[in-house]
């Protein structure tokens, strides 16, 4: 069974604790959490204290995914404010284990993520250490991209070689998912879909929640 992960970047920003609370109900498995820098990436979310105020609407799994220039300033804060992982970029981090170990004495999930253009050889030797492998299936920043198929490959790639390792690293993958791309990237060998614009815009999110539910590997 496939798991959903709605991205809050898609919700309704003047009406957050109804988005996350109709999330919640709507049978999502996690919130997805994008916090971005206006420096790794050309755009600016939302901070602690946002994450905070979606931790008091909901008791699903927040997972926090660092799109940050200097990722190990701010893990405690997100940690404090109701992260259950905390996942950073291989970009900003060529060597991750040490900054993996810090979120993890912080008693959350720690994750790795890389960018479309980062081959999946740069995170394979790490994936031991990390409870997440976040592939960007856009160049993060914004939602609403279109997926890039070329990612697909990668997924399969990082699925052998968690497989191969006998690991439970979970694949989540990032950016343009939605309902007519879900199953290929389902099949690819991904766990978990985040999706932000298809959830939240989805004429039935309890729908498609059901859909990803019944994807199969
Ligand atoms: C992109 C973010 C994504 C984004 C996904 O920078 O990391 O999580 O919210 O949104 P959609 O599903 O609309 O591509
Ligand atoms: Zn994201």
Redesign the pocket.
Known sequence: MAKIAP?V??ADFAHLAEEVSDATSAGADML?L?I?DGHF?PNISFGPAVVEAISRETDLFLDV?L?LSQPEKYIEPFVKAGADAVTFHIEVHPHPVELARQIKALGVQCGISLNPDTPVEAVLPYLAGFDILLV?S?F??????HFIESVLPKITAAREAIDRSGLSTRILV?????ADNASRVVSAGADIL??????FRAPDRAALVKMVHGLQK
């Open positions: 991205s970047l898609g997805h994008d971005m990436v995914h799109m960007m856009v993060p920043g914004f939602g609403g991209q990032d950016g343009g998912v939605d985040v999706m932000g614009t298809a959830f």
